[in-house]
């Protein structure tokens, strides 16, 4: 016993390293079985308290996971052996408790799949998964009313399609009437990966799309047609860029919607079957309905269930949202359903305890039937539905609560990140709800409702439209929250129209054009939130006298200067002045707003006041650090660096974008909730700058020419970046290293960085250079772009590589010095691995001779791109153009095991003195290969370099997928293969010759197709 227990401390101790992996990899699968779960509880809502309370034990350990591996991952092959052992003690602890928790995920899994979809639904699915297989069907399509499940239905199709590796591509495309041909096109190359750039034509994009599609040997592409809406001869599938069947007959459509003609008549959908997906039948509903709800159902309570099934008319998502809301209620709560089992009583008891979630509700109701980013209901939510919150960030946890919980109950689904609508069938009951219903909402357009109706009204959206007749007054006593837009700008609202709304909270206008507001807008003393979108009132004084105010946009609007008399705000929490063009903001307006928490000026007000002019009245920046509770700017501007004091700094703020210098564009498209800082100084940081104090808390920085910098992590003296995830530089020409290692207590660099970028630094040498960095240093590094650095002869020393066993995308180009990637100081040649090395582009490095070379190399070695010590085992895309020294990539005794055989896409341009591709021992591990294209290589004479009868590999058999193949303007190819087993090129080839050499001449391609035959007869037996 004691002997065991000894061997498992030797073991915490010795084995540290693969302890740290281990639990690593633990973690993701915890991670990849909390997204199990959380989907289960979206789509199925059963045992909903247990599978929370087990999601939030997940999340406390993935948090304690992240914050141990950031504390002892780079220790893990230090010499102090008390760390050692305690790292490894405390891993295996981990571990365990890591495998408790994906057991028990395991359970709440298992537990859904016991509410199993009725009979009906699977014999669908079954009919649609042979339909799908069958090679005389190209399209199949799936109709069926609103509420009954087609879109449920299309994603279990794909995860079923997916399991049964079907297709080796599954692509959704999500669409409703406001699609166009961008936005569908966009969204197939997210679901590719195909890289689409600003400026490109929508036909350019439809061939770069249609080509990947062709990659796939088969590929499945879903169209949901969300509303049923859209017009079959305008949504054209082939101009999106799918590719019609008679050019790749493995791609299967999988179309639904609520639209029968859609399906039917859409272009693009040849040899199309289509099935009906009708609403559960009555026995099917009840057996749904009592299985998730738990129990045996008496007998006196069946007539109530079949009641209630019967009113949700086959909806499944009302039937899961009040079983759920069943879940939580007595025993005695079925049967107090017995008088009140019509949709929109139904609809009222599943949130009847949550006014907030039933407030929320019909808010999106009102906004009608389209996807609603959560934004815009974060502002309206604010006064009309929450309660008793004080901050904007309580505001905003509040308002994801309430969102998560509706899509728990089935009652909106999700398009993407922060886009949300309300399901189908539950829109149309929300519109009907009982006129004795406490909270009432409507939607008002074309025709004005009667003073009855409008009386009891809480919330309200108008929508003046063609020759709407507005009244002079809104007589809604009751209503706290209203919208307003119009269509026809010749109907205005009259300045009596709010005199009877005194009750109002949340005020959105949208489209409106007028000298000033209504005079009787200043009687909204409760008025705590307004959102002018799209509008020009001129004159805005009168929102000035609405003290009570917390929340204030102006975005997409016309407006010139700021009124002075804003400062009186002092309530205000949330001021948004986006995409308005601000010219002015009159000094000593914003130290008035006290209260502010979040600031938005993307493309705003940048004008702000140098210190010490006395020739301007316009706001300055040292206003800002008088909130002290602001907590969050977006996007601040500030072209001139005269206008940023010295020592100014923000102790408080959360998050950050804040733009100093011109030349950047005014908005940041990526993550807002990062600290994020752009500089273009042509001035050193003094010791008090207030801007150094901001880097050593920054999270994503880019410097653009700043002055008197030569070492990145030396001169800056931010404590090694201990936040920074992204750093970008461009422009400099003093910058010579990124980080020097020091042998005296040396620093932590960059522990968190994942994204280094680096372009146009002429005098740039090294990324590090010096004594050795601590193994903390850069561990994180995941993406590398290197661009322009004219003076760089090698990216990494073999030192430093060590410390990047998460790189994943390499990209160097147009750096005309570089000779290798990694240089090993010394004479040795030991391995180089990248483990998780996934993208390598080498483009336009005209001296580069090797990847990996040693400082001891001779100057007559033959330059191998990769030699045999060379390993990235999960490389999928390596793209090389303009390398001109490069003779050959992998060396002909290349051992290829476990590397390189991954490779999905490689693509080979303009190497003029590059002889072959692909070497014998890599040839036979090809079997994930996708897509091959090789162009402009002047030497070229084969593409892979498999000698006849090869006595080296005794029965070589060359397992080569159908890919796409692109060979184009190589005038000395003589053969593409020589050996037994490249049947599936052989084939390739007899199909496509001329379109696979399309830039050879005639005369050329003729002789190329001898040669090409003489060799396949030969080697093929043809």
Known sequence: MKAAVVVHQLGNLISNRSILENLKAELKDLQDQKKRVQVNLILHYEKLQTQREWLKRVDEILEQGDRFLNDYEGKSTCTNFLLRYKVGKQSRKMQQVISQLIEEGNSHLSAARDYERPKSRDDTIEDIMKALKNPSIQAVGVWGLGGIGTTPLAKHIREKAKEQKLFTAVVVITVTDKSNQEQVQKAIADELGVQLTNGESLVKRRNKLRQRIKMEQNCLIIVDDTWGELDPQEFDLEEFGVPPGNEHAGCKLLL????????????????????????????????????????????????????????????????????????????????????????????????????????????????GRRFINTYSIYIDMWAGVLKNLETTDSARKKRDSLISDLKAYGLVVENEKDWVRVDDYIWHT?????????????????????????????????????????????????????????????????????????????????????????????????????????????????????????????????????????????KLLFLDLRDTHLQVIPANVLSNLTSLEELYLRNSFCNWKIEMSSSENNASLKELTDLEHLAYIEDLYVPDPQAWPVEMFFRNLRSYTIFIGDGWSRQHDGD???????????????????????????????????????????DLECDGFPQLQSLFIQNNDELKCIATGSGNDPLDAFPNLESLSLSILINLKHICYGGPLTEKSFFKLRVITIEKCSEMECLFLKSMINGLPHLATLNVSQCKSIKTIVLIEGAENPPIKFPELCSLTLQGLPALISFCSSEGSSATDTPTLFHDKVSCPNLETMVIFEVSDLTTIWNEGYDAENSFWKLKNVNIKYCEKLRTVFPVNLSKNLDNLKMLEVTDCSSMTSIFTVMRQDSRIPGLQMSIPMIQINLTNLPKLDYVCVTEGFESLKKRFEKEWHAGLPGLSADARIEHERKMKKYLEEYLNM
Request: aromatic share 6%; hydrophobic share 40%; proline share 3%.
């Open 256 to 367: 639904t919607s609520r639209n029968m003609n859609f399906i039917q008549n859409l272009k693009g959908a040849s040899k199309l079957k289509v099935f009906q997906l009708e609403a559960l039948q009555k026995e099917e509903a009840q057996m749904l309905f009592q299985k998730m709800v738990g129990g045996v159902v008496e007998d006196q309570e069946s007539s109530i269930v079949e009641e209630i099934v019967r009113s949700c008319e086959g909806s499944t998502s009302l039937i899961y949202a009040i079983a759920k809301a069943l879940e939580n209620k007595g025993p005695d709560a079925l049967m107090q359903l017995k008088e009140n089992t019509s949709p929109t009583k139904l609809l009222s008891f599943c949130l009847e305890q949550n006014e907030e979630l039933k407030s929320l509700l019909l808010l999106l109701t009102i906004r």
């Open 430 to 570: 929300a519109n009907r709800m009982d006129q004795q219903d406490r909270i009432r909402a409507s939607m008002i357009f074309r025709e004005w409702p009667s003073e009855e109706e409008l009386k009891d009204l809480h919330f309200c959206n108008i929508h003046l439209v063609g020759d709407l007749q507005v009244p002079k007054r809104l007589k809604c006593p009751n209503l706290k929250h209203l919208l307003i837009s119009r269509e026809n700008p010749t109907i205005d609202i009259p300045d009596s129209f709010f005199e009877e709304t005194k009750l109002l909270k949340v005020l959105d206008f949208v489209s409106f054009s007028r000298p000033n507001l209504p005079i009787s807008f200043v009687s909204l003393k409760d008025l705590e939130a307004i959102s002018m979108y799209q509008c020009n009132f001129g004159d805005i004084t009168k929102v000035c006298e609405l003290t009570n105010l917390r929340m204030l946009g102006i975005v997409e609007s016309t407006i010139q200067q700021l009124p002075v008399q804003i400062r009186q705000l002092q």
């Open 672 to 714: 807002h909730e990062l600290k994020t800082l752009k500089l273009n100084l042509n001035r050193r940081f003094q010791s008090d700058d207030g801007i150094k104090k901001m880097l050593k808390e920054v999270q994503v920085l880019h410097l653009n020419t700043l002055s008197g910098v030569q070492n990145v992590l030396n």
